[in-house]
């Protein structure tokens, strides 16, 4: 048996911990005391399958790094041992009690993104009934051909097809209180599939809004039939007398519409901006405070060779950003040029 959950201790949850770690380091981790509950691999395959160090809660990524740049992993940790693992279909996530990471990879037949989709989120949600850790915390989606055609609909919007019913058929909030996440482009081709990866806890996590964009759930049906299901941001009580920021892909979007067309220094300054805006409401959501140089941030550009002037404006704006991870993925319109996504964990509790 897993050690008791805390909900029978009375106090809130065990720790949560998020680290930047080498291969290497994740490899250790994965065979000490207590192991990640998962992580991205950005870069990196992983150990070869069936090796003792095994895939354990790792979910590499088609996405491909920019020339020069290090793999690494984002790993999801908690502080309690030992940890259970469950599988639902294509779902896999490990748990220890008070927190949850899965992923799933589902192939795609051709022209069946929305159904797809749906299967995707169904499996999910009844997952997340079973590992007792109910609550989708953060999603980080990831899908082929993001901007393609995909017969009179761009594909990003029939993934939000199915994203947003399965939400509503498993009666998980796909309006307010949908939570934080992101929607990436891969590499691959159609048939590579859709990947999903999500961070889950015991309790629902505060959703955070931007008053310059308008909530993503609400957008009108010029980005699509159905809107996308996710919240700016995220606020969770972490353990520890700690509260975590999610911050979803945040782009040059202002109101609902794309802003500084063509202009990558121009839609990474209006990115900052936004990200600040929602620091500034996420701090109306209790008594911790963030900065950006706070924030672990994960840069997506669309084109590699912008890759460079981003990192410098980056770099100029919020120093502690000049080694920020870069990653090349096309982003959920076609007109976007950079998407920066993060997290922070500070003192403090919420309102
Ligand atoms: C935007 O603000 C940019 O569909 O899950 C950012 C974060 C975006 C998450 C998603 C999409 C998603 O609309 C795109």
Known sequence: ?????????????????????????????????????GGLAWGWAGPPQGTAADLSGLAPLQTPLLAGAAP???????????????????????????????????????????????????????????????QVLRLWNYLPRINADGGGLE?????????????????????????????LGTAGEVASGLSIRFLAGRVAPRPVDNPRQVPAYRYSTAYGPRAPTFSRAALAEAGGGRVLLLVSGTASIVGEHTVHEGDVVAQTQET???????????????????????????????????????????AQAVPAWAQAPCVQADICRANLLVEIEAHAFAPGALA
């Open 272 to 314: 900052l901006r936004n990200l600040q805006a929602v620091i500034d409401s996420a701090h109306r959501g209790g008594s911790a405070r963030y900065t950006l140089a706070d924030l672990q941030p994960t840069v997506y550009v669309r084109h590699a060779s912008d890759a460079a002037v981003v990192q410098a404006v980056l």
């Open 1 to 37: 048996m897993t050690a008791p959950s805390s909900s029978l201790r009375g106090i809130g949850p065990r720790p949560l911990h998020a680290l930047r770690l080498a291969p290497a380091e994740w490899l250790q981790r994965v065979a000490s005391a207590q192991p990640p509950l």
């Open 155 to 183: 594909r990003y919007r029939q993934f939000n097809i199915g994203r947003q019913q399965a939400f509503i058929d498993a009666g998980h909030d796909a309006f307010e209180g949908a939570p934080a996440a992101c929607a």
């Open 72 to 134: 690494w992993v984002d790993a999801w940790c908690g502080e309690a041992a030992p940890l259970h693992r469950g599988r639902n279909g294509a779902v896999h996530w490990q748990s220890d009690g008070d927190w949850a990471f899965g992923h799933l990879h589902l192939p795609e037949a051709e022209g069946a993104l929305e159904a797809t989709a749906y299967r995707a989120y169904r499996d999910l949600f009844a997952a997340l009934q079973g590992c007792g850790c109910p």
